[in-house]
């Protein structure tokens, strides 16, 4: 279900206080979308209102957390009520765990899981009844991962989530068929955002592939506001998945050819990068 122009449309998104969050907010300010951005705390959101603002489109600030189902609803709510019903939903707010399976605690596990995919099936839950029975076309977007297909050494938590997400879109799509909502799964690949500068659970040994980790995301990364342009595109074309960021496509590709091939440069990879 395409959009193809978004000019005076209305965009939600969580996570939207930095990284992909942030420059999808300024990538749809910028085609004259109204924003409504939301994140954990309001202060770090000031910096993204005071940018799209600039771009001469209405940016309204919400504090949430996204593993909150009623305050999630309570704010659907608000928007739909007093702005109207969101054209375009984006599910973006995430967080990282860096662990072997073994030394990752539950609660951690519990925690990733709780915002990846349960945020992600709040959001949609929170305003797709709302967008159904809205006369425009809307679309669903959900941030995945190349993780769903591809994932690496000591991120079991985060890919769990991630292939999760997935296949939750993948179901929405099935069931979101024949009305006017659309569905895009995003999955980025190596980005440079603060997800990756996070607590290693692994000792010693861990907090220095976690400093691996930065560098080389650091170094070799491709910059949110590559799936930021991705997004707004996939959205324009009514595309089901995005792979988008670097060694997204290819792994993609190289999963449908190989898988068996595909794990073996996994492995050789992440002990480049510093997963392993």
């Not at 939207?16 to 942030?22: L, N, Q």
């Not at 709302?130 to 977007?141: E, G, I, K, R, Y």
Request: hydrophobic share 40%; charged share 20%; proline share 4%.
């Amino acid at each position: 279900m395409a959009i193809s122009n978004l000019r005076g449309r209305r965009v939600f998104i969580t996570g939207a206080g930095s990284g992909i969050g942030e420059a999808t907010a300024l990538a749809f300010a910028r085609e004259g979308c109204e924003m409504f951005v939301s994140d954990l705390s309001l202060p770090s959101l000031h910096r993204l209102e005071r940018s799209v603002s600039a771009e001469g489109v209405g940016c309204h600030c919400f504090a949430l957390d996204v593993t909150d189902q009623i305050a999630f609803e309570a704010l659907a709510e608000h928007i739909t009520q007093d702005f109207g019903v969101p054209h375009i939903v984006i599910n973006n707010a995430g967080i990282g765990a860096h662990g072997s399976f073994i030394n990752t605690p539950l609660d951690v596990v519990k925690r990733v899981v709780e915002v990846n995919l349960f945020g992600v099936y709040s959001g949609c839950r929170s305003f797709l009844p709302a967008m159904l029975d809205s006369p425009d076309t809307c679309h669903l977007v959900n941030l995945a991962s190349v993780a769903s297909i591809a994932p690496m050494p000591n991120m079991s938590a985060y890919a769990a989530s991630k292939y999760a997400v997935d296949g939750l879109t993948e179901v929405l799509a099935f069931e979101l068929a024949d009305t006017n909502v659309g569905v895009t799964c995003v999955h980025p690949g190596l980005i440079n955002t603060p997800i990756v500068n996070v607590k290693s659970f692994n000792g010693e040994s861990g907090d220095a592939q976690t400093r691996r980790l930065s560098e080389y995301y650091n170094a070799y990364g491709s910059e949110p506001t590559v799936v930021a342009q991705g997004i707004v595109n996939a959205v324009q074309e009514g595309r089901l998945h995005l792979w988008v960021g670097r060694q997204a496509s290819v792994t993609e590709k190289l999963k449908r050819l190989s898988p068996r091939l595909l794990r073996r440069l996994a492995l050789r990879k992440a002990r480049e990068i510093g997963y392993a």
